[in-house]
């Protein structure tokens, strides 16, 4: 009887067995991603991500995850300003130095940091699955280094069809913006592309920096084509500038109070070429060492500060 009821609903049995079993979602293959540290493997997507720079940050934003975590994000407002910060976050403290207890105490699967902070690598990694992703410093063009680093991140939190498609239409929008440029800029004088930093500290941007190679992604060339730092720009005082008065000046927000005051009110400043024949045009705020959000929002500000016309 035993034998017979066996006979009777082993088959069946099996037959469901095998249709289950061929119908079930195959398990997820871990995630791999190479860095400058090695190679991370995650078991999934990563949905808690700490961010340590604000390359970092923008572009898990632009992403479509909030960051769980984030450095300096009081000095984000004044130097990137856009994308805006998430309203709940955990605060590491200052970028060059996060704070490891505030880090833990996030609980993040995903930690972001730049070469800048490789040497403490190991500790991160204690915390969470640690990637080290550097956009500077590293004799790398700005461009496509900030691109294959959103598709890195992209892999790392599960979005790579966000990304595919938010590059698409950012290289559309390069484009139409460099046609735009094209059309505003004043004939016959390139683009200098400069930060105010101190009344002594001015970063004069090179081809490899990142507005540099956004222009260059334009179908335009940046001016000044000098020694550069490892971040792609050349540093020095108002005299660096003395060369390139023959240029169209763009300068980049923010600006100190005291360049406003002290600076542009001097002697030399108002000798430039560019000053005396209104070749001057000013920026918002934007992120020069940013990552691709940054890049697509320069050239953006860019196009409609030629459009609107010069400082007055």
Not at 77 to 96: I, K
Not at 153 to 169: F, Q, V, Y
């Amino acid at each position: 009887m035993i034998i017979r009821l066996f006979s009777r609903f082993s088959a069946p049995v099996f037959l469901i067995a095998l249709l289950i079993a061929t119908n079930m979602p195959a398990m997820a293959e871990p995630i791999t991603i190479s860095h400058d540290r090695g190679v991370l493997t995650l078991e999934h997507p990563a949905k808690r991500v700490a961010v340590t720079n604000w390359a970092f940050t923008e572009t898990v934003i632009a992403l479509g995850i909030d960051p769980v975590a984030i450095a300096d994000p009081e000095d984000y407002h004044d130097w990137v300003a856009v994308p805006e910060l998430p309203a709940d976050f955990v605060n590491l403290g200052q970028r060059s130095s996060p704070n490891l207890e505030a880090l833990r105490a996030a609980k993040p699967d995903l930690i972001l940091i730049s070469k800048e902070l490789e040497m403490a690598y190991d500790s991160f990694n204690a915390i969470a699955p640690t990637m080290v992703l550097s956009i500077y410093n590293n004799d790398k063009d700005a461009l496509p280094t900030a691109r294959e680093v959103m598709e890195k991140i992209a892999i790392a939190i599960g979005r790579e069809d966000a990304a595919k498609t938010w590059l698409a239409a950012t290289d559309l929008k390069f484009a139409e913006y460099g046609d735009r440029i094209r059309a505003a800029m004043p004939k016959g004088h390139d683009l200098d592309i400069v930060n105010f930093v101190s009344p002594t500290h001015i970063s004069l941007y090179g081809p490899p920096s990142l507005p540099g190679t956004v222009l260059r992604k334009m179908g335009l060339s940046i001016a000044y084509q000098g020694p550069v730092t490892n971040w792609g720009a050349a540093k020095g005082g108002l005299e660096i500038l003395g060369p390139q008065a023959q240029n169209t000046l763009v300068y980049l927000n923010p600006v100190p109070d005291v360049i406003r005051q002290k600076v542009w009110t001097s002697p030399l400043w108002k000798i430039l070429d560019f000053v005396r024949n209104d070749r001057v045009y000013e920026l918002p705020v934007v992120w020069a060492y940013g990552g691709m959000p940054s890049a697509l929002r320069f050239a953006q500000l860019l196009t409609e500060s030629l459009e609107s016309g010069p400082v007055k």
